[in-house]
T-cell receptor, first 114, second 109 residues
Framework: IAGITQAPTSQILAAGRRMTLRCTQD?????MYWYRQDLGLGLRLIHY???????GKGEVPDGYSVSRANTDDFPLTLASAVPSQTSVYFC?????????????FGPGTRLTVL | GQNIDQPTEMTATEGAIVQINCTYQ??????LFWYQQHAGEAPTFLSY??LDGLEEKGRFSSFLSRSKGYSYLLLKELQMKDSASYLC??????????WGAGTKLIIKP
């Protein structure tokens, strides 16, 4: 089934630990995104990539890093997790075609940092 | 600056019609999106408006007025499965989506 997969589905992590959230899409989309969703707030963009080999910072990039070695994969790394990074993380992808660009979302990763 | 606002929660009755409003402010605008998100699931695309007017898609319609910075999502013949959060987002001048916090729609029998 075509789409976006994320792993793990959920994770409980001790503060200070390193964690990588995985995201893979098979739609050959150029652009990929990482968002966090917190209660009472809209989706907030962490990092994005318009095409393989390039990345950019979103609204809330601090404490997170990404890489885009190929078209399909866009991992998000928390170098040293803190409790404020407890959230639901969504990966999304789109054709990257400008204003009509519809984003398609993965199922999300629920992360708890203790 | 940029901002976007929508009601936190709305309640409606099965079979009825409900209108969810969204207002936004931005200096650069490249379209307005509506997504549906069921609890514990990913957002899914509903509609896109870039020109003023009404776009109809089955039971769902979306309206945009660029001069007023205003959009609404109209849901007709409500069904229990329409209970979800509805997210409004505009695309800014950098082609990034700026998201509202979502409107939780509760459908009662």
């Amino acid at each position: 089934i075509a789409g976006i997969t994320q792993a793990p589905t959920s994770q409980i992590l001790a503060a200070g630990r390193r964690m990588t959230l995985r995201c893979t899409q098979d739609m050959r989309h150029n652009a990929m995104y990482w968002y966090r969703q917190d209660l009472g707030l809209g989706l907030r963009l962490i990092h994005y990539s318009n095409t393989a080999g390039t990345t950019g910072k979103g609204e809330v990039p601090d404490g997170y890093s990404v890489s885009r070695a190929n078209t399909d994969d866009f991992p998000l790394t928390l170098a040293s997790a803190v409790p404020s990074q407890t959230s639901v993380y969504f990966c999304a992808s789109s054709d990257g075609g400008g204003s009509t660009d519809t984003q398609y979302f993965g199922p999300g990763t629920r992360l708890t940092v203790l | 600056g940029q901002n976007i606002d929508q009601p936190t929660e709305m309640t409606a009755t099965e079979g009825a019609i409900v209108q969810i409003n969204c207002t936004y402010q931005t200096s650069g605008f490249n379209g307005l999106f509506w997504y549906q998100q069921h609890a514990g699931e990913a957002p899914t695309f509903l509609s896109y408006n870039v020109l003023d007017g009404l776009e109809e898609k089955g039971r769902f319609s979306s309206f945009l007025s660029r001069s007023k910075g205003y959009s609404y999502l109209l849901l007709k013949e409500l069904q229990m499965k329409d209970s979800a959060s509805y997210l409004c987002a505009f695309m800014d001048s950098n082609y990034q989506l700026i998201w509202g916090a979502g409107t939780k729609l509760i459908i009662k029998p």
